[in-house]
């Protein structure tokens, strides 16, 4: 085998390898039992965060893509930075096959520190589990920053950048047009 064949054929492997790795780690999310499966299509929080006594919102979208009407809790799991964790029961809701529902609920910042959220979708009598979302992390700020937040970015510069332009072109307009100091060139 010739060293370019030999090379090919490990990019080949490894390529094969990166496509398939993450679905193998992967866990089945969104589960059937029998004819049920309810799925969650999306969960966000309107801020990653908070300033102590703040409060935020967690949208959770929930699909019916099984073949039954289903009934199924919601559930938010939250853990703060102390190990304090509680579970909160956001809804109930009823299902036809292929629709979908948005539930909300508002979550308030009362300890400083990394929070942790998790929704959990599971069948009305808890029994079995449906679905489970990503853990979406929320800080609590003790005091909101006092100074001006982050590092520059594309528009700052692209306004300095503007500002530069405007100064150089009065600066060559008021040398082309601004008073004359030779006495040859005055009118």
């Not at 308030?108 to 942790?116: A, C, Q, R």
């Not at 808890?126 to 937040?149: C, N």
Request: net charge negative; aromatic share 4%.
């Amino acid at each position: 085998m010739t060293r370019r064949l030999w090379v090919m054929v490990c990019l080949c492997c490894l390529v094969g390898l990166a496509a398939v790795a993450p679905a193998v780690g992967a866990t089945e999310r969104c589960r059937a039992v029998g004819g049920q499966k309810v799925c969650l299509t999306d969960v966000t929080v309107t801020t990653d965060e908070l300033v102590v006594n703040q409060t935020a919102t967690v949208k959770v979208t929930l699909e019916n893509r099984g073949e039954q009407v289903t009934t199924s809790r919601v559930t938010m799991n939250t853990a703060g930075p102390n190990n304090t964790t509680r579970i909160v029961p956001i809804g109930r809701p009823q299902l036809q096959p292929g629709e979908s529902t948005t539930i909300t609920q508002p979550v308030s910042g009362e300890t400083p520190g990394t929070h942790g959220v998790q929704v959990l979708v599971v069948s009305s009598d808890g029994t079995h589990r449906f679905d489970i979302s990503e853990i979406k992390y929320v800080e609590v700020l003790a005091e909101p920053p006092t100074e001006l937040g982050g590092r520059i970015d594309r528009t700052e510069l692209s306004l300095g950048v503007l500002l530069l332009a405007l100064v150089g072109a009065g600066a060559t307009g008021y040398r082309y047009f601004g008073p004359k100091t030779d006495p040859d060139e005055t009118e």
